[in-house]
């Protein structure tokens, strides 16, 4: 089904029939999405799936509940049955409801794609697979293994609300990937890069598939060669090619609102008081261009907007969704996010950061007597309720008298996230991205996130002795 046929539907009598059991607020979220997923792996090709799914999910949000419902059948007949359903789901039995008002204008929102995926032939993109699968190789025998992902989605939602508010976007997301394993016949290492963006195959252009697979390469061999970290305390410094994973897990998700409501967050009722040093500007954006996270307007059609989540130390805001908004009696903040028309939206993250400060990075490496610079970040886990966090490092070197020395292997960071926001002592006016996909309650949506340089006084570092 394409836009034009959703809308033809009796979308606001579909919504009056949700909200006839009562209701404070009802909306209609249509969604239709192509993929294509290369999988390169064992020098050939291993795995082609494409494909199109498209649905429509619809929700009653009633004395603060939301009572979801979704079908991938979209006829008037079958959507008045979902609504149905979905009514008698509402507990306040209040017959009637007062007539809806008619639709606002369509806003209509598209980004700017270079190289549409679609306008590329399979046999073209498996192409790139295989010469990035030879990048990686080419760097020599202790390259055993490498696996090269390409994906890409065009995705198509629609939104209209018992406010009359209607607006739709087409994304379109494309995403490569190498992850290469080295080893010398004892043991073993691994590299792994990612880039990936609200674009199309432009995001390759200019060999960019080769340099991916050449820096998951060159960072297992770098990895394999390196001794081991060593462990205790000391001096860290984040460089910005490290991305922002440590500060997505470690406050991102705590700023999250359902989460603060909840009580599940170190931040929850913090709003105002002072929650990381004055150097610290936290803040989550879906406008940047091209961002993994970006979108012009969210999963519930609210206008996306760049959100100060932390002003010089100071919470400012959480990030919302229409519900969580509700509950705190504020506005959304654009950031209702779903996986899919199968999900409600919650509260998610879009593309959340720290800004630049003043300080080159090159000085704040300097600065450093005795420690660790990390390069790049792993994975990790994150206790959102006491912000206790232990994070694998990928790639990390020693630091003696400001020199950079050589790099170590098996480094992982362990702490706690408010504490260390509090002690980060300088941060570099650079600016570094990383990008993913984030899982929340079974849901997974893409995101970036980025940090300047960040020099840590003292955190927990393990290693061998």
């Known amino acids: 089904m394409t836009l034009k046929r959703i809308t033809s539907l009796p979308l606001k009598k579909i919504l009056s029939r949700s909200l006839r059991n009562g209701g404070q607020f009802a909306d209609i979220f ?28 619809i929700r009653v949000i009633d004395n603060f509940h939301a009572f979801y419902a979704y079908a991938n059948v979209m006829t008037e007949a079958s959507l008045l049955t979902l609504a149905s359903r979905l009514s008698e789901m509402v507990s306040r039995g209040q017959e009637g409801v007062a007539p809806l008002p008619g639709p606002l204008p369509l806003k209509t929102h598209r980004h700017t794609i270079k190289t549409p995926p679609e306008s590329v032939a399979l046999d073209a993109k498996t192409i790139l697979l295989e010469e990035a699968n030879a990048a990686a190789r080419a760097l020599g025998e202790r390259i055993r293994q490498v696996k090269v992902v390409y994906r890409d989605e065009t995705r198509d939602i629609y939104t209209y609300n018992s406010l009359g508010e209607q607006g739709s976007e087409q994304q379109t997301q494309t995403v490569f990937l190498v992850h290469v ?53 000391m001096t860290v410094i984040l460089s910005s090619e490290a991305g922002g994973t440590m500060i997505h897990e470690a406050i991102g998700h705590g700023l999250e609102a359902d989460l603060a409501q909840q009580g599940l967050s170190k931040y929850s009722g913090k709003m105002g008081e002072s929650v990381a040093s004055p150097l610290i500007t936290v803040v989550d954006n879906p ?27 100071v919470l400012t805001s959480y990030m919302y969704d229409r519900l969580s908004a509700m509950k705190d009696k504020t506005r959304s903040t654009g ?44 994975g990790g886990q994150v206790d959102t309720v006491n912000g206790d966090f232990v994070f694998e490092v990928s790639e990390a070197y020693l630091v003696e008298n400001g020199k950079i020395l050589h790099p170590v292997r098996g480094a992982t960071l362990i702490g706690n996230g408010p504490k260390i926001l509090n002690e980060i002592d300088l941060v570099g006016n650079d600016l570094g991205f990383g990008v993913g996909t984030c899982g929340k309650d079974g849901q997974g949506v893409p995101v970036s996130d980025a940090q300047p340089t960040l020099r840590i006084p003292s955190i927990i570092v393990g290693g061998r002795s």
């Open 335 to 378: 950031n209702g996010r779903r996986q899919s028309y199968r999900n409600r939206p919650i509260p998610r993250m879009s593309n959340t950061y720290i800004e630049p400060g003043e300080t080159d990075p090159g000085e704040i490496i300097a600065s450093l007597k005795s420690g660790l610079l990390v390069k790049k970040m792993g």
């Open 181 to 233: 394993v080295a080893s010398d016949g004892k043991i073993l290492e691994t590299g792994y890069e990612l880039t990936g963006g609200l674009t199309g195959l432009e995001i390759l252009d200019k060999e960019a598939h080769v340099k991916t697979a050449t820096t998951a390469g060159q960072r297992a061999l770098t990895m394999l060669e390196a001794p081991h970290a060593p462990q205790g305390p």
């Open 287 to 313: 406008t940047l261009k091209n961002r993994r996270g970006s979108y012009h307007m969210d999963d519930e059609g609210t206008p996306a907007q760049k959100t100060v989540l932390v002003e010089k130390g």
């Open 30 to 57: 249509y969604e239709s999405r192509t993929e294509t997923s290369l999988v390169f792996e064992n020098n050939r090709l291993e795995k082609v799936i494409t494909g199109t799914d498209s649905g429509v999910g």
